[in-house]
């Protein structure tokens, strides 16, 4: 989801990369009467957050002469509505995956650290373990969650958090009860 509600991905970019089961809708806010009727629906949600853009500024050097101290406080309060707001949407079970394009550590590894101090049915999936099964291999980083930088990976600055919803418990069986 983006500030929109819409991924910024395009289709001939969903399908470059093998996925074909995807539902891009364009919400009004973080409490879209759409969320609410799809709680808990959905096996992967991906929040393509938007973000101050630092992690682009090796491409766009003149961005970060338009970026105001305010915006920051702005999108940080932004991201947190709209990481809870997606958490609604993923299944026990299921997968939230948060994304920037930005560096600074409060739009990223702050964003994590608060939401699952909040969300006790969440736990963070180390990112070695998300590479190895979807890519294969070690990752390009060490940690629990992927962080590039252009200065080390050559690449625009991007942050990668996955996040699992925990199954539903099991409930027990009822005994029968004891006839006397």
């Avoid at 806010?29 to 853009?53: L, M, N, Y």
Wanted: hydrophobic share 40%; aromatic share 6%; with cysteine.
């Amino acid at each position: 989801m983006s500030r929109s509600g819409v991924s910024s991905a395009r289709p001939q970019r969903l399908r470059r990369a093998g996925v074909s089961i995807v539902q891009r809708v364009a919400l009004s806010s973080e409490r879209d009467k759409w969320v609410k009727r799809h709680i808990q629906s959905f096996d992967r949600v991906f929040v393509d957050a938007p973000c101050t853009g630092t992690g682009t500024w090796r491409r766009n050097p003149d961005a970060k002469w338009r970026l105001r101290p305010k915006d920051l406080a702005e999108l940080t309060v932004l991201q947190t509505e709209i990481l809870g707001s997606a958490a609604r949407l993923t299944k026990p079970g299921g997968r939230l995956i948060y994304a920037t394009c930005s560096l600074l550590r409060d739009e990223n590894e702050a964003q994590i650290e608060t939401f699952l101090a909040a969300h006790d049915d969440f736990a963070l999936l180390p990112i070695s373990a998300v590479w190895a099964e979807t890519i294969g291999g070690a990752p390009p980083v060490q940690g629990d969650m992927l962080r590039l930088t252009p200065a080390r990976h050559g690449t625009d600055g991007f942050f990668v958090a996955v996040l699992a919803r925990k199954p539903a418990p099991v409930k027990a069986p009822e005994s029968p009860e004891k006839s006397e």
